[in-house]
C-alpha cells in the first residue's frame, strides 16, 4: 500500500519519514486497547515491545532522559512495535517555566519528542485522558482511534464467548447483555472467569455449572465495585480542592 500511494503521490517529499507510523488508542479502561496493540504487532510478525514507566521515571536529574532513549533502542534492536500503555506520565502537556523541576519534565518531553521522529517503525500510544496530551504529539499522530464501551449486541456476544462451553450454562445471554450495560469488555472478561470458578467448586466435575442467578450476582458485584471507586475518586478531588 504505501509503495502504491508513494508512486501516485510521492509522500516521501511531504512525510520524509516513510516508516514511522504512531497510532493512539483512547477510551476507557477494559475496552480492548492493549489487545488491539497486541494484535497489531501478531500482524506484523513483529514482537511487542510495552514500555515499562517504573523503569523510565527517575527522580535523578538527566536519567529519565536517558532511560527514553534506552527505549527506544532496544525497541530498534528488537524490530519491535512500540507500545506506550497509559501514556499520560509522558506525554502530557509541558510543564509551565518556574513551576517546580519544570525544565526536568520538559527537556524529558523533548527528548521523547526527537526520539519518536527518528524511529523507523510503529508506536502505539493509550490514553484514558486523551486531553492531557501534548499538542506537539498530536501533530506526530497518524491516527487517532476511539475504543467505545459495548453495546447490548456486543455485550452478548462477549458473555457467549467468555463462557465457552454452553453445555453448562443455563444462562440467558439477553439479558446479562441488559444487566451488564455500561460494563467494559474487561469487566465483563472478570464476570465470567469469577463466575466459572464460582460454578466449579463441588469435588465432581461433572456437576460443574454456570447459573443466570451465579452471573447476576457478580454483575452485581463489578458494578457496586465500580461504584464506590467512583465515590472515592470523587471524594478525594473534592479533599484537594479543599485543601488548595
Not at 506526530?140 to 454452553?166: C, G, K, T, Y
Amino acid at each position: 500500500m504505501r509503495e502504491h500511494l508513494e508512486a501516485v503521490w510521492n509522500l516521501c517529499a511531504i512525510q520524509p519519514q516513510q516508516g514511522r507510523c504512531i497510532l493512539n488508542f483512547y477510551g476507557p479502561p477494559g475496552t480492548g486497547k492493549t489487545r488491539a496493540a497486541l494484535g497489531i504487532a501478531l500482524r506484523l510478525g513483529k514482537p511487542l515491545y510495552q514500555v515499562d514507566y517504573s523503569a523510565v521515571i527517575s527522580k535523578y536529574l538527566g536519567d529519565t532522559a536517558k532511560h527514553i532513549k534506552a527505549v527506544f533502542q532496544a525497541a530498534r534492536e528488537q524490530d519491535a512495535v512500540l507500545f506506550f500503555d497509559e501514556a499520560d506520565s509522558l506525554l502530557s502537556k509541558r510543564v509551565a517555566t518556574g513551576e517546580s523541576c519544570s525544565t526536568s519534565i520538559n527537556q524529558n518531553r523533548n527528548t521523547l519528542m526527537q526520539e519518536l521522529d527518528r524511529l523507523d517503525g510503529v508506536v502505539i500510544v493509550t490514553t484514558n485522558l486523551f486531553e492531557n496530551y501534548d499538542p506537539a504529539l498530536l501533530r506526530r499522530i497518524q491516527r487517532h482511534i476511539h475504543f467505545r464501551l459495548p453495546d447490548a449486541s456486543m455485550r452478548r456476544e462477549l458473555f457467549a464467548l467468555h463462557l465457552p462451553n454452553p453445555e453448562r450454562v443455563e444462562a440467558d445471554y439477553a439479558v446479562l447483555a441488559e444487566l451488564s450495560r455500561g460494563l467494559s469488555g474487561g469487566d465483563i472478561l472478570n464476570i465470567c472467569v469469577n463466575t466459572i470458578h464460582a460454578g466449579s467448586v463441588d469435588a465432581d466435575p461433572a456437576k460443574w455449572r454456570v447459573t443466570q442467578a451465579m452471573v447476576e450476582r457478580e454483575i452485581a458485584r463489578v458494578k457496586r465495585t465500580k461504584a464506590e471507586h467512583s465515590g472515592l475518586k470523587e471524594r478525594a478531588k473534592r479533599q484537594i480542592g479543599f485543601c488548595v
